[in-house]
């Protein structure tokens, strides 16, 4: 089934979308969830959040890359978990409960402000990866949105991992000379 | 700006862009990464094969069939390892060390006095100390070994039956075919057939690599055109005897000077004394011969 299939069956509200999602993409959400977690089962929670994500948000939404989309909520998703976890690993009970509490005092963490400065972030990354060799754009991707191994990387890119190690410093050097040149206009 | 929004932001690229990293990362591996264990059994076959290859090389060599065609491997020398063991095999066979200036050892390049492959003792002065100084030779030392130690070119022309005319025919054949002019040989020895594979006899001479550049058969001769790139290219003719296993060295490239000329580059040179070499005096010329190599190196060493 093509994307576009799958695309018109959650427009359509067909529950089969969900299982045609899950048959096509269900490994790589399911890859990219246990580069993020660690664990199988909250990857495989991850994932399953992902389905009902999507599901909520197609329609409105339509997907140009249906593939990319799924992965960028995995991604979220998954980050989400993973920093609730980090959050139970750090005390638990009762402490995190007063420590939620409490951080209704502060001011709302995500205001319009720290909202813009993101998709600004978001836009300067954006056109330094488009002014990459595309080598460099697919392993900083590669590493950085889908959180592949770097070995994994070498392996699929048909590389040494410490030639992939090299193109990621190099990258993330230019990128910081970037985004330091962007702050001083 | 923190690590968690620069994760964010690159959470909320575009999609475009990231399906193309998906593509990507959804081929099967474009080259199969050897698991690790296999890597010593590749070296060990690998292994085999190279002295297979070089036990071929050596029954081709010993067992050559009259008149059969061979071809010759001449590897590449790599100065960066074993430069101290190399440096010692030149001292050893060294006849005369100089010390000097640099810049005045360089000026050594325009002294090329005539082809002289009737006398008896002619040398050959390396240069490459001068020009790219292997790691292990001191900068300014300049050894100088004759060539044939009891067999002079007079000698190598009788045992191959040819004149000097004849022996610089070949060499001006070929240049005149390849280049359509010729250069003057200025040098001619003798070697043994295997000594092509040794590099410090030929190759060790001139440095960096060698290749063959022409093969052919010429009356009784097989014949090489070598070229040797290394501090300066240069392309030398080897005709290898395949009954009687010679091998004749005809080369322009090499500074020969009779002997008697080392007085003229002794006046010229400006000889810096070193505490490491003594002095030795012949025929009222200054040689500095090199008192101790080990104690050379050692202290270059430190």
Same mark, same amino acid.
């Given at each position: ?51 009902? $994500? $999507? ?12 593939? $990319? ?51 600004e972030l978001t836009a300067s990354i954006q056109r330094f990866l488009e002014g990459c060799p ?52 | ?27 099967? &591996? ?28 050596? *029954? ?5 069939? &009259?008149?059969?065609?061979?071809? *010759? ?27 000097? /200036? ?36 001191? &900068? ?5 070994? *004759? ?64 290749e063959i550049v022409s093969h052919w058969m010429e009356d009784e001769y097989e014949c090489l ?20 296993? *010679? ?13 008697? /000329? ?41």
């Amino acid at each position: 089934m093509t994307d576009e299939e799958i695309v018109d069956l959650y427009w359509q509200r067909s529950e089969t979308a969900i299982q045609a999602t899950e048959e096509k993409y269900g490994s790589y959400c399911l890859t990219i969830a246990s580069h993020m977690l660690a664990d199988l089962q909250d990857a495989e929670e991850s994932v399953n959040d992902t389905w009902l $994500a $999507a599901w909520n948000r197609i329609p409105p939404t339509r997907p140009q890359y249906l593939r $990319a989309y799924l992965g960028k909520l995995c991604r979220s998703i998954s980050v989400s978990r993973f920093r609730a976890r980090a959050s139970q690993k750090r005390g638990g009970g009762e402490i995190t409960v007063a420590l939620d509490e409490l951080s209704e005092c502060l001011p709302a963490p995500e205001t319009p402000e720290s909202q813009l400065e993101l998709r600004e972030l978001t836009a300067s990354i954006q056109r330094f990866l488009e002014g990459c060799p595309k080598r460099e754009r697919v392993i900083f991707t590669a590493r950085y949105f889908y959180v592949y191994p770097i070995e994994e990387i070498a392996k699929h890119l048909g590389m040494k991992a410490a030639t992939v190690r090299t193109v990621l410093h190099r990258t993330r050097k230019k990128l910081r000379e970037d985004l330091e040149k962007e702050e001083l206009q | 700006m923190n690590k968690g929004q620069l994760f964010a932001a690159i959470g909320d690229l575009d999609e475009g862009l990231l399906e193309e990293t998906a593509a990507a990362m959804a081929q099967s &591996p474009a080259r199969p990464v050897r698991p690790k264990r296999h890597v010593l059994w590749i070296a060990a076959a690998l292994l085999t094969l190279l002295l297979a290859a070089c036990g071929w090389i050596a *029954y081709r060599i010993q067992l050559k069939e &009259p008149n059969e065609k061979s071809v *010759y491997q001449v590897n590449a020398v790599d100065w960066t390892s074993g430069a101290e063991q190399r440096a010692e095999i030149s001292f050893q066979r060294a006849a005369m060390i100089l010390h000097c /200036d640099t810049g005045k050892g360089n000026e050594l390049h325009g002294f090329r006095p005539k082809l002289d492959v009737t006398n008896k003792r002619v040398g050959v002065m390396t240069f490459y100390a001068a020009i790219q100084p292997p790691p292990a030779l001191k &900068p300014g030392t300049f050894l100088v070994r *004759y060539l044939d130690v009891g067999m002079s070119g007079e000698e190598a022309l009788a045992t191959a039956r040819l004149s000097v005319e004849q022996a610089a025919s070949y060499y001006t054949k070929y240049w005149i075919a390849e280049e359509g002019e010729t250069t003057p040989l200025l040098m001619m020895e003798l070697l043994d057939a295997p000594m092509l594979y040794q590099d410090d006899l030929i190759l060790g001479e001139f440095g960096g690599e060698a290749e063959i550049v022409s093969h052919w058969m010429e009356d009784e001769y097989e014949c090489l055109a070598i070229r040797f790139t290394g501090e300066m290219t240069s392309i030398h003719l080897f005709l290898f005897h395949p009954e009687e296993q *010679y091998l004749l060295h005809l080369s322009a490239d090499a500074a020969r000077f009779d002997v008697s /000329d080392l007085q003229t580059i002794a006046d010229e040179t400006e000889i810096i004394r070193s505490k490491l070499y003594v002095e030795y005096k012949e025929n009222g010329t200054d040689f500095y011969i090199l008192s101790d190599p080990e104690e050379w190196l050692h202290t270059e060493k430190r």
